[in-house]
Every structure is written in structure tokens, then in C-alpha cells.
Nanobody, 116 residues
Framework: QVRLVESGGGLVQPGGSLRLSCAAS????????MGWYRQAPGKQRELVAG???????NYVDSVKGRFTISRDNAQNTVYLQMNSLKPEDTAVYYC??????????WGQGTQVTVSS
């Protein structure tokens, strides 16, 4: 069984920064794409950023230039550096991984609140 555990969420003022981490554990041979999604109250879950095993990245337009996704393949970990945070970034953030021979796995989510 594969588990994803997120950490790093919290309360931050507008303009501040947070770094989310997501570590995969369990029976893992290899992980293909990894990503961060978010879901705000009353809204659908959306892809925030994705990264391939080779390091190719993509971002939703609203976070381009502010957020950076990265990964450590040796540690089966994905990160999301979030800078210049805005109140509209408030949401529960979920990590996601496409694990070879297992399929898509989701983390439990971590709350990010941007407020003064």
C-alpha cells in the first residue's frame, strides 16, 4: 500500500510564503507524474501544478510566477514553494502521484489559509 503524507500548510498573511511537502511511502517501484491540487470551499478541485519524473512542469495560470513545484525522486517527495500568497490561494491542498503498478494515489490534504 502506498501513502502520501502532506505537510507545511498553515496560516499566512497576504504576500507571505509557505512550502508544502508531500512524501510517498510504501511499496513504490517508481512514480511518474506528481502534482498539487487545491479545493476551496464551494469550488471544484483544480490542478495547481504538475511535474513529470524528468522534471517538466506545468502550472495553472493564476499561480505562474509565484509557485514552484519540484521533486526529489530518490526520496519520493514533491514540494510546492508558494510565494506572494493571496487570499484567493486559500484552500485545502492535496498532492497526487501516479505510482507505477499502483495507480493514482492522493494525500489527505493540508489547509492553507491566507488572511490578515
Amino acid at each position: 500500500q502506498v501513502r502520501l503524507v502532506e505537510s507545511g500548510g498553515g496560516l499566512v498573511q497576504p504576500g507571505g510564503s509557505l512550502r508544502l511537502s508531500c512524501a510517498a511511502s510504501g511499496s513504490i517501484f517508481s512514480i511518474n507524474n506528481m502534482g498539487w491540487y487545491r479545493q476551496a470551499p464551494g469550488k471544484q478541485r483544480e490542478l495547481v501544478a504538475g511535474i513529470t519524473r524528468g522534471g517538466r512542469t506545468n502550472y495553472v495560470d493564476s499561480v505562474k510566477g509565484r509557485f514552484t513545484i519540484s521533486r526529489d525522486n530518490a526520496q519520493n517527495t514533491v514540494y510546492l514553494q508558494m510565494n506572494s500568497l493571496k487570499p484567493e490561494d486559500t484552500a485545502v491542498y492535496y498532492c497526487n502521484a501516479d505510482v507505477v503498478a499502483t495507480g493514482i494515489v492522493w494525500g489527505q490534504g493540508t489547509q492553507v489559509t491566507v488572511s490578515s
